[in-house]
Each structure stands twice: as structure tokens, then as C-alpha cells.
T-cell receptor
Framework: GESVGLHLPTLSVQEGDNSIINCAYS??????FIWYKQESGKGPQFIID?????DKRQGQRVTVLLNKTVKHLSLQIAATQPGDSAVYFC???????????FGAGTRLTVKP | NAGVTQTPKFQVLKTGQSMTLQCAQD?????MSWYRQDPGMGLRLIHY???????DQGEVPNGYNVSRSTTEDFPLRLLSAAPSQTSVYFC?????????????FGSGTRLTVV
């Protein structure tokens, strides 16, 4: 079946560096994508979304890139800070049960 | 606004016991859903509701019941707890079905079944 996945389960970066978290999706029918951040002991928090009619969307220190040709989604975090340490999930809406499908997550660790 | 409120935060059950996980939202969202989160896996949908009086099954509904008598509340019932139901449970809500809008999640209930 089709699935949402992440290329790397863990990512460690130095404080101040830029972070890139990747996500592969295989459902070509998906037209809406979201990145969530989940800190330890908390629920997922919406970061940024993008629709399939866009290639790039920017927020505050975050940018999401969508490459529909290769079915790839990425989250870029500029000037990564210790508070960015968390698990990041991507989600797509190409599911049969009226719901988003979530990837397993990438754990981002920011080293001081 | 409190957002999505889940209670309790932690719970230990014995096998065979039943309990209800509470979820309430104050954003007037029509769509509400329950997920379970297990190590190394993405969130998996248990049940969802597109409005008061309407519920449907998700990906992993067995062993769970839900009801939606009001827009605000969406309780999840474990009928006869099993160790396989040890997990972290999240309630979420959204304006519509969620496939075109982001979800607001609660802080979770960590359930252990012994």
C-alpha cells in the first residue's frame, strides 16, 4: 500500500546550523501536506502546511518544499535552536478513511 | 481557549478492566478523532467523528468505542483492556475532516495495561 515515510529516523545538528528533515510519500493523489512538531511528553503541534499547487512555503524560520515529481517533502529550519529539539512528523491527506496519514517521525537533536 | 483537553494524563489498568478517556475541545470544531502512538510508528487513527451524532472507524478500531453526543466532547472507551492497548492516546480536532486543515492535538493520555 501507499505510505508516508521519513528518510532518516534521527538528525543531530549544531545550534545555529540549518536543519533539513525529509519525507517521502507515494500517494500521488495527496494534495495537502503538513509538518508537525512533537516535544517530549506533548501532543503534536502544527508547524506549517503546503498544498500541491505550491512548491514552497515559508513561515517563521521554517520552509517547506514540495517536489511532486519525485513525491518528496522537506522541512527546513533556519538557525536551529535548542528549543527545536523534538520529533518532526510529516502527514499527507491521500488516505482512504477521511484522514491524514502520518509518518513515523524524525528525532531532531540540537547540540549546543 | 483551552484548545483540546484530555484526561487523565496517565492511567494504569489491569487486563480486562474498562475505562473512558475523555476529550473536550472549545473551538467549535466539527471534526474530532482519536489516535494511538506506539514507539517507532506514526499516529494511527482509532475512531473519528465529523459532527455530533456521527462516528466512524479508523485504521485500528478493535477494542474501542466512541460516541459524540455534543460538538465539544468525544470520549474513547476501552471495553476490556489488553496489554496490546498500552500506548499513548491523542485526541485531535479540526474545522472539517482534517484532510484540508491541520489538526489541534491534546497533550495525550499515557495508558499502561498490566
Amino acid at each position: 500500500g501507499e505510505s508516508v515515510g521519513l528518510h532518516l529516523p534521527t538528525l543531530s545538528v549544531q545550534e545555529g546550523d540549518n536543519s533539513i528533515i525529509n519525507c517521502a510519500y507515494s500517494n500521488s493523489a495527496s494534495d495537502y501536506f503538513i509538518w508537525y512538531k512533537q516535544e517530549s511528553g506533548k501532543g503534536p503541534q502544527f508547524i506549517i502546511d503546503i498544498r500541491s499547487n505550491m512548491d514552497k512555503r515559508q513561515g517563521q524560520r521554517v520552509t517547506v518544499l514540495l517536489n511532486k515529481t519525485v513525491k518528496h517533502l522537506s522541512l527546513q529550519i533556519a538557525a536551529t535552536q535548542p528549543g527545536d529539539s523534538a520529533v518532526y512528523f510529516c502527514a499527507e491527506n491521500g488516505n482512504n478513511n477521511n484522514d491524514m496519514r502520518f509518518g513515523a517521525g524524525t528525532r531532531l537533536t540540537v547540540k549546543p | 481557549n483551552a484548545g483540546v483537553t484530555q484526561t487523565p494524563k496517565f492511567q494504569v489498568l489491569k487486563t480486562g478492566q474498562s475505562m473512558t478517556l475523555q476529550c473536550a475541545q472549545d473551538m467549535n470544531h466539527e471534526y474530532m478523532s482519536w489516535y494511538r502512538q506506539d514507539p517507532g510508528m506514526g499516529l494511527r487513527l482509532i475512531h473519528y467523528s465529523v459532527g455530533a451524532g456521527i462516528t466512524d472507524q479508523g485504521e485500528v478500531p478493535n477494542g474501542y468505542n466512541v460516541s459524540r453526543s455534543t460538538t465539544e466532547d468525544f470520549p474513547l472507551r476501552l471495553l476490556s483492556a489488553a496489554p496490546s492497548q498500552t500506548s499513548v492516546y491523542f485526541c485531535a480536532s479540526s474545522w472539517e475532516s482534517g484532510i484540508n486543515y491541520g489538526y489541534t492535538f491534546g497533550s495525550g493520555t499515557r495508558l499502561t495495561v498490566v
